[in-house]
């Protein structure tokens, strides 16, 4: 079945409108009435557009809308209810609701089709910031898997079905996952400051990527750990023919297949995904340990390179030129102008007794002795090139790093951020890195992180454990 056999051909047209902004919160209400109550009446949810969106609705254009349909006077009119009633019959002509009676009066009742409710719950998501619970895919797997198996009732197709779904939906959230590091470490290319880059990777990368999804499956949901009793709970309903024969009768019984040779391909083909999903999630692992080691390494350098950047005057304005030349073509102008406006240079000067003119003495010329050259250009310029690398490459090394963790850690096993001492901007430095690298696996420790922020010596810094990978 086509896609515009199952929705309205213009469904999407309010959202294309120059009305846009008004007409996706006014889904939005009509989302947060369709939670609260099970039957909503057209005057209340004219009410809850009026009380939510207010004075949005003068501001709604008229002018787009007369060609799609007639605007009557009352809705050209500068009430807000009439606005309100204006916006609930362009959604009733474009398909995202729909209007009944009810049985024993003429009160209007909205109702709200199928596919209306998934796509206003879609659109929501994508505003909705709030951090989301992870969903715990590989344990689930194993605890339907694990309660079927052992009590073999008349659930063991819905178990197999939900261990099915939820391995798809573990593979969709590694490849979103593997897609937003890319996303991220493009986006060092725009930080212009070291707080830039901490916050990109500590409050946006770290909170919303990598905590929410690649570190329980490292710790509490972890893949090796699940994997083995995974694989061989469904290997033995696999050579369990009379199980098999009991889940294709389960599944006939739901009305999944008309067949039972249908149901049992079926059953067979889901229980070889599952496997071989897992047989393939430590290399799916490996690919996102990789790319998120590559990000923190150009993260590393990134911040090396703003701190030893150029900070004086012909820095700024070097930063500034930079910005405006990257930025969009529809910019620059008017970055320029406010940049002329801001900024006036100007030659001065003034006279005193020294600018009087004074003629140089002549001299005669003597022919002296040519300086011996004690190497050539060619050896002088590759040396030069090679004690300024020498020097960036020490200046803040792995080794450094790890002497100055060493040193914080000195017989100790778990240290916190308030008792390290940071006496200058250079251990600042040294412990944002040795941070960074807290995840790598050729140092002796790990960090976990806690709530809020500290302060230590006049820094603000995160509230942190370091703890020694041997204890």
Known sequence: MKLFEILPQNLFSILASKNKEIYSEALFVLRKAFK?????????LASMLIANLDEKMYEIDL????????????????????????????????????VEYQIDSFEENITLPDYSVKL????????????KEYNSYVYSTYSDLKTADQERDDYIYTALMNAYDKTVQLVDELKTLHNNIRRYHQALNEYATVNDVLKGHFDEYKNLIMDRIYHPLKTFDSVPRFKGPIMKILSEWLADHNLRERISDQAIIRGKYKTKS?????????IGEISDTYERLEEMLE?????????????????RYLLNSDRSIKGKI?????????SLPDQQDALIDQLANAVELFHQGYLDEKSLFIRAAKSMKKEGQPLKILSSPAEEGENGLAEFLEKAKQSYSH?????FM????????????????????????????????????????????????????????????????DQ
């Open 36 to 44: 609260q109550e099970m039957t909503i009446r057209k005057s209340d």
């Open 63 to 98: 002018s787009e809308e007369e060609t799609e349909g007639d605007v009557s006077g009352e809705e050209k009119g500068a009430t807000l209810s009439s606005r309100a009633h204006f916006i609930l019959r362009r959604l009733k002509e474009t398909g995202w609701i729909d």
């Open 120 to 131: 206003i719950n879609l659109l929501f998501s994508f505003t909705d910031e709030s951090v």
């Open 262 to 270: 249908e149901a049992n391909e079926d059953i067979i083909l889901k």
């Open 287 to 303: 690919e996102i340990d990789r790319k998120n080691s590559a990000y923190t390494r150009a993260s590393i350098e990134k911040m």
């Open 318 to 326: 070097v930063d500034l030129l930079t910005r405006i030349s990257i």
């Open 399 to 403: 080794a450094r790093i790890v002497q």
């Open 406 to 469: 060493t040193s914080a850690m000195a017989g100790i096993s778990v240290v916190t951020s308030r008792e390290i001492s940071l006496p200058d901007d250079e251990s600042f430095i040294l412990l944002m890195l040795g941070t960074l690298n807290g995840g790598a696996k050729n140092v002796f420790y790990q960090v976990e992180f806690g709530e809020g922020y500290i302060e230590n010596n006049g820094y603000r810094i995160p509230e942190m454990r370091f703890i020694r990978k």
